[in-house]
């Protein structure tokens, strides 16, 4: 039976792909800043451990608790929707260090396992963004870029061990807790100058019937943590799968 470990399951995509692994006989970690047994079905298989990713000793922690594991999903993320001019620079920073530099912590310290076993799947969770520049999004999308940029340089790095490394692009997803998570970083981030775009941007999204749901990201981590020759891309839902050209 192999073991997945997913960060950010107190919600939304994480939560939803603990579910989707649990329900198909995987051993899951299901990693939350602050852990809650009730969020997931009870099962002998689920282990719920606190973690949080911007965090070098709750990363090590973790890691210590869970042992030995076969998938890593990068999940855990934050966001921001706001004119750059009312970004705050602490609040980029915050966004970096959870979505970039937390996905690349984690992945380098699962790494050593997977090379000695000569086995092991990264999954990194970024964002159909990176596919389509959007206003009001360039720090996350920035934030998302990065990493994909990261996957495909280590893929090729660590091929040599037979580790994988994949990337799933979810498209806009309005019911998960993301957009209420980001309201906190959002105070004062539309000035005055850029009210008549964040209008059209709004209005744009109100019309957009194609939207990604949670199950859409749980199959493609599925896929890519059980199907070696999956591309290295997958998008996740619909209107993320027609920006992504296949390979
Ligand atoms: N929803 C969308 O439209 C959308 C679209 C494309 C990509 N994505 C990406 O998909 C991923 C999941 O998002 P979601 O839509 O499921 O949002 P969500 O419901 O807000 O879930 C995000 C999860 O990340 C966790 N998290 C945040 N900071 C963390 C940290 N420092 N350490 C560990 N966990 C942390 C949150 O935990 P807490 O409960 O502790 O805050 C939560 O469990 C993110 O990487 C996001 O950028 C989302």
């Not at 047994?37 to 009870?42: G, H, T, Y």
């Not at 530099?101 to 963004?129: D, K």
């Not at 996350?140 to 490394?165: C, D, G, H």
């Not at 979810?170 to 980001?182: D, K, L, M, Y």
């Amino acid at each position: 039976m192999k073991t997945v470990l997913i960060t950010g399951c107190s919600s939304g995509f994480g939560l939803e792909t603990a579910r989707y692994f649990l329900d198909r006989d995987w051993k899951v970690i299901a990693t939350m800043r602050t852990p809650r047994e009730d969020a997931l079905p009870r099962s002998e298989h689920l282990r719920v451990i606190a973690l949080d990713v911007t965090d070098a000793d709750s990363i090590r922690r973790a890691l210590e608790e869970a042992g030995p594991i076969d998938v890593l999903v990068n999940n855990a993320g934050i966001g921001v929707l706001g004119a750059l001019e009312g970004v705050p620079m602490t609040t980029a920073r915050d966004v970096f260090e959870t979505n970039t530099l937390g996905t690349i912590a984690m992945t380098q310290a699962v790494l050593p396992q997977f090379r000695l076993r000569r086995e092991g799947v990264v999954i990194n969770v970024t964002s159909s963004v990176t596919l389509m520049p959007l206003p009001l999004l360039s720090v996350y999308t920035a934030s998302k870029a990065a990493v994909n940029a990261f996957t495909e340089s280590l893929a090729l790095e660590l091929e040599q061990f037979n580790v994988r490394v994949n990337l799933v692009l979810p498209g806009r997803a309005p019911t998960t807790r993301f957009g209420e998570n980001a309201q906190s970083r959002m105070r004062d981030s539309i000035p005055e100058a850029y009210a008549g775009l964040a209008k059209g941007v709004f209005e744009a999204w109100g019309l957009s019937t194609a939207v990604t749901h949670a199950a859409d990201v749980a199959q493609a981590v599925w896929r890519a943590a059980n199907d070696p020759s999956c591309p290295l891309r997958q998008a996740a839902g619909a209107d993320a799968a027609a920006l992504l050209q296949p390979d």
